[in-house]
């Protein structure tokens, strides 16, 4: 290589040239932006430099127009200061035993426990000491409206917090239930505070039942039913904000797809919302393989396209949105980040006794407790807190020359607590899925960019209507 060439050395690693549908695309590796190429001297600028050749005086010319045009995103900053969630299990119990539930029916193996008002307020206090701004607080469980005096206790400090300017941005709260319960407080609470529910519903009643029956024994689809009815009434339609679905080896077992459960959440309880992810479990009766997965997802991202191309956009976006968004760049943060999960570095899980963990899915395993609020902010800097969070974000993406490789590194996401429990010592997260997990995600974008280029206004309300992110 030439003296003249070395400057080029960080565009090299940066751009990858794909073809996607035949398209010429280039990829901005670091800020996750695509772009579809038709001059045939930009395509052999960049086909050069990949190639490591000798570039002429036009083709610099050509890759310092695209290096001055790239968008540029940072590391995440020394002393970023705003924390992404923080899990409260303000239940640490459960009236549901969900075939598939890892927290031992709720109560993450302990005695089941409720949090006190007290703890609560703590937690809270305790997280604004060092993150100034919260963006979501989330009630978890169990089930988490066998506690409603501590969500309404959370609520009612946090919006005092920021009406009296003690803190400049509200968070917003969550609730993750099986809606088994409603509590006569609910209503007011959604209402006064914005409490956006996250419905847990696997499918209709055949499937529904066998996978969360109650701890009675008897089937839960009827009372979660009625009662999402009823609150579709009560807010006139606007909750539950969505359904979360976990889909098994059982759904497929009799004959209920993936689209069929899109079909059924969006259509008979209408909730339009729908997070729909495979169960993660080393059970063979209910795990679903990879390849079946990513297939069924295709077919209902296909039917949106449909749907799309005739101008349905109502019935695109509940189809397409949720998968499309998490390979828009727009919706990309503003630096660069490593990580596979953010879990002990910008969100983190509280139990119903104060003890922290990087997510939920640790609580019940002490060796990956961080410290208790009780201790005040010094956890954060304790030997303890450093050597459970050295434990859990040591897996990023810059470590796996696999991943260095990878166009869909920016966007790919997995979950540490997964290998490390299922196999009692950090392992590996690159693995046969990965190759389906990249054909999908190309396939994603491939069509977006089609998308775009075929009618650019129905992409626009597509892509800036708000829709959660599925991380698969």
Request: hydrophobic residues 40%; glycine residues 4%; aromatic residues 8%.
């Amino acid at each position: 290589m030439s003296a003249m060439d070395q400057p080029f050395d960080n565009l090299r690693r940066r751009l990858r040239l794909l073809s996607l549908d035949q398209q010429p695309t280039l990829l901005d590796q670091d800020s996750f932006s695509w772009f579809a190429l038709t001059d045939p001297r930009y395509i052999a600028a960049i086909q050069t430099l990949a190639e490591d050749r000798a570039l002429n005086s036009e083709q610099m010319a050509i890759l310092t127009e695209i290096e001055q045009a790239l968008p540029t995103r940072q590391i995440i900053p020394e002393g970023y200061c705003t924390l992404d969630r923080i899990t409260l299990l303000v239940a640490q119990a459960c009236n549901a035993r969900c075939v598939y539930c890892y927290a031992g029916g709720g109560s993450y193996s302990s005695k089941p426990m409720l949090m006190t008002l007290t703890t609560a307020q703590d937690t809270v206090r305790f997280f604004l000491q060092r993150f100034p701004q919260i963006k979501q607080i989330q009630f978890f469980g169990g089930e988490p409206l066998l506690n409603v005096a501590a969500m309404k206790h959370v609520m009612e400090f946090v919006t005092d917090l920021h009406d009296t300017g003690q803190i400049a941005h509200l968070p917003c709260f969550t609730a993750v239930t099986n809606l088994t319960l409603l509590p006569p407080e609910l209503p007011n609470l959604l209402e006064k505070f914005q409490l956006e529910l996250v419905i847990s519903i696997d499918g209709p009643a055949l499937i529904h039942n066998q996978l969360r029956p109650l701890a009675s024994g008897e089937g839960s689809f009827e009372r979660m039913f009625h009662n999402v009815r009823r609150i579709q009434q009560i807010t006139g339609g606007r909750q539950p904000e969505a359904a979360e679905v976990t889909y098994t080896a059982k759904h497929a077992q009799l004959g209920i797809s993936p689209l069929d459960v899109y079909n059924f959440i969006q259509e008979s309880l209408r909730i339009s919302k729908v997070l729909l992810t495979p169960v993660e479990t080393d059970d063979p009766a209910l795990r679903v393989a990879d390849d079946m997965w990513y297939e069924s997802i295709r077919q209902i991202i296909q039917l949106g396209y449909q749907a799309y191309c005739e101008g349905n956009l109502v019935q695109a976006h509940r189809q397409l949105s949720p998968w499309l968004r998490g390979v828009n760049p727009n919706n990309a943060e503003p630096w660069e980040c490593d990580l596979f999960c953010t879990a002990g570095m910008y969100s983190f899980a509280v139990d119903a006794r104060g003890d922290i963990y990087p997510c939920q899915k640790f609580i019940g395993h002490p060796q990956f407790c961080m410290g208790s609020v009780a201790a005040g902010p010094d956890v954060f800097s304790s030997d303890t807190f450093d050597r459970v969070q050295r434990k859990v974000t040591p897996l990023i993406r810059k470590d796996y020359s696999e991943c260095l490789s990878c166009p869909i590194r920016t966007i790919c996401a997995a979950c540490p607590a997964q290998w490390i429990l299922a196999s009692s010592s950090l392992a590996s997260p690159i693995g046969p899925w990965c190759d389906l997990k990249r054909e999908f995600k190309i396939h994603l974008i491939a069509l977006s960019l089609k998308m775009q280029e075929e009618h650019p206004d129905r992409w626009h309300q597509l892509a800036s209507a708000e829709t959660p992110v599925v991380p698969y």
